[in-house]
């Protein structure tokens, strides 16, 4: 199975911070990456797939990357709304596997 | 508009059966790949099972094959999960997700059935 590596497991930033949450493929992936946003009590969202690709709705402050196995994704001006959960999910193979997570806060 | 509507959750004994659905509305549920997600209170997300359109490939994850099967009814526009021999283990919150053609991406998912496993 393909092991999906998050990092960090949890971290604070302030408003207006550049936060970056990284995930690394323990196979070769491709671009088969995408990222949840889950908030307390709701369902995950898909924010970013097939690596770069920005999904339907989401504010642009967010963006994801790619460097060999290393999978980021980014958002570029931290707002209070983007406090919640953040995994990472590799779709290239069954099973297909997520990362165990990031909790992002705002200090 | 894409809705999944998951049902069929509550509390059930260690060992014994309960059958999930998943019905879909907003878009051809018979053109699309179906996944069932769970995740156990306070933990992260686990991919459970896949199902094609057609219902010809079928995948599931390792902690529950062998217990779970995945169908579908094309024409009731609903994916089910039956799970037997259950296990404490297997209480989560389970979603169903709607498999995507670009990368396998799972763009919309339902808001989740609870299950307990407790005796």
């Known amino acids: 199975d393909i092991q999906m590596t998050q990092s960090p497991s949890s971290m604070s930033a302030s408003l207006g911070d550049r936060v970056t949450i990284t995930c690394r493929a323990s196979?070769?992936?491709?671009?088969?990456l995408s990222w949840f946003q889950q908030k307390p009590g709701k369902s995950p969202r898909r924010m970013i797939y097939?690596?770069?690709n920005l999904a339907a709705g989401v504010p642009s402050r967010f963006s994801g990357s790619r460097s060999g196995s290393d999978y980021s994704l980014t958002i570029s001006s931290l707002e209070s709304e983007d406090m919640a959960i953040y995994y990472c999910?590799?779709?290239?193979?069954?099973?297909?596997?997520f990362g165990s997570g990031t909790k992002l806060e705002i200090k | 508009e894409v809705q999944l509507v998951e049902s069929g959750g509550g509390l059930v004994q260690p060992g014994r059966s309960l059958k999930l659905s998943c019905v879909a509305s907003g878009f051809t549920f018979s053109n699309y790949g179906m996944n069932w997600i769970r995740q156990a209170p306070g933990k992260g997300l686990e991919w459970v099972a896949y199902?094609?359109?057609?219902?010809?490939?079928?995948y599931y994850a390792e902690t529950v094959k062998g217990r779970f099967t995945i169908s579908r009814d094309n024409a009731k526009n609903t994916l089910y999960l039956q799970m037997t021999s259950l296990r404490s283990e297997d209480t989560a919150l389970y979603y169903c997700?709607?498999?995507?053609?670009?990368?396998?991406?799972?763009?919309?998912w339902g808001q989740g059935t609870l299950v307990t496993v407790s005796s």
């Open positions: 999910l590799q779709s290239i193979q069954y099973p297909f596997t």
């Open positions: 196979q070769d992936i491709g671009n088969y």
């Open positions: 997700a709607r498999h995507e053609v670009y990368y396998g991406s799972l763009a919309y």
């Open positions: 199902i094609s359109s057609g219902s010809s490939y079928i």
């Open positions: 097939g690596a770069t």
